[in-house]
C-alpha cells in the first residue's frame, strides 16, 4: 500500500504566487515524523522543513510552512512568493518508529515557477 | 561544513560488471543510509548503518547488493554482476544519531547516477 502520496505530478505557477504541493499519507503509529525535500536538477535532495506528529503548531521555515491536518492526513507544503529558482521537483517523506530510520517517500511533483 | 560526498558522480559500466559506490557522511554523524532512486520516482531506501553496523538492510533488493561501513565513517555500496534494471540514483545520507526521537534530519549527498549498460 502506498504510504505517501503525492497527487499533482506537475504545478506550474507565475513567479511572486504562493502555491500548496499536496501530500496525503498512510499510518497507523500516532508517533511519526513528515519531511519535504526540494530535488533540483542537479540531484541533491534538499531538505526544507519537518513536522511531528504531536507538533501542536504548523511548522514553518521561511518562506516554506506546512499545512497539517492530522484527523485527514494531509502534510501540505505550501511556498508563498514563489521565485524562479524554487523550479525542481519537491518530495514529501515520512518516518515511522517501527519503519526503524529509513525514510518513505512520495514519488514527487514538479514544480516550475514561471516568470 | 561540508556535506555528504558521493563519488563517482557517474559511473557507466556493463551487464553483469561488479561496481562500487563511495560515500562520505558529514563528520560526526553516525547514521548512514543508502536510498536508490529511479527515474520519476522518489527514492527509496536500501540499507541504514549506525556507527559500523547495518542496523537495517531490509531493502536491499536482492544478494547482488552489498555495504559496508568498516570505520563507522565512509561507506562502499557493492553491486555484483550488474543487470540493466540496476540503473538509477543512488543516494546517501547521513543523519547526526539516527535516534529515533525528535526532529533529526538525514543530509543527502548528490548522488551517483549508474548507467547499465
Known amino acids: ?115 | 561544513g561540508a556535506g555528504v560526498s558521493q563519488t563517482p558522480s557517474n559511473k557507466v559500466t556493463e551487464k553483469g560488471k561488479y561496481v562500487e559506490l563511495r560515500c562520505d557522511p558529514i563528520s560526526g554523524h553516525t547514521a548512514l543510509y543508502w536510498y536508490r532512486q529511479s527515474l520519476g520516482q522518489g527514492p527509496e531506501f536500501l540499507i541504514y548503518f549506525q556507527g559500523t553496523g547495518a542496523a537495517d538492510d531490509s531493502g536491499l533488493p536482492n544478494d547482488r547488493f552489498f555495504a559496508v561501513r568498516p570505520e563507522g565513517s565512509v561507506s562502499t555500496l557493492k553491486i555484483q554482476r550488474t543487470e540493466r534494471g540496476d540503473s538509477a540514483v543512488h543516494l546517501c545520507a547521513s543523519s547526526l544519531t539516527g535516534g529515533t526521537g525528535g526532529r533529526e534530519t538525514q543530509y543527502f549527498g548528490p548522488g551517483t547516477r549508474l548507467l547499465v549498460l
Open chain 1, 1 to 115: 500500500a502506498q504510504k505517501i502520496t503525492q497527487t499533482q505530478p506537475g504545478m506550474f505557477v507565475q513567479e511572486k504566487e504562493a502555491v500548496t504541493l499536496d501530500c496525503t499519507y498512510d499510518t497507523s503509529d500516532p508517533s511519526y515524523g513528515l519531511f519535504w525535500y526540494k530535488q533540483p536538477s542537479s540531484g541533491e535532495m534538499i531538505f526544507l522543513i519537518y513536522q511531528g506528529s504531536y507538533d501542536q503548531q504548523n511548522a514553518t521555515e521561511g518562506r516554506y510552512s506546512l499545512n497539517f491536518q492530522k484527523a485527514r492526513k494531509s502534510a501540505n507544503l505550501v511556498i508563498s512568493a514563489s521565485q524562479l529558482g524554487d523550479s525542481a521537483m519537491y518530495f514529501c517523506a515520512m518516518r515511522e518508529p517501527q519503519g526503524a530510520q529509513k525514510l518513505v517517500f512520495g514519488q514527487g511533483t514538479r514544480l516550475t515557477i514561471n516568470p
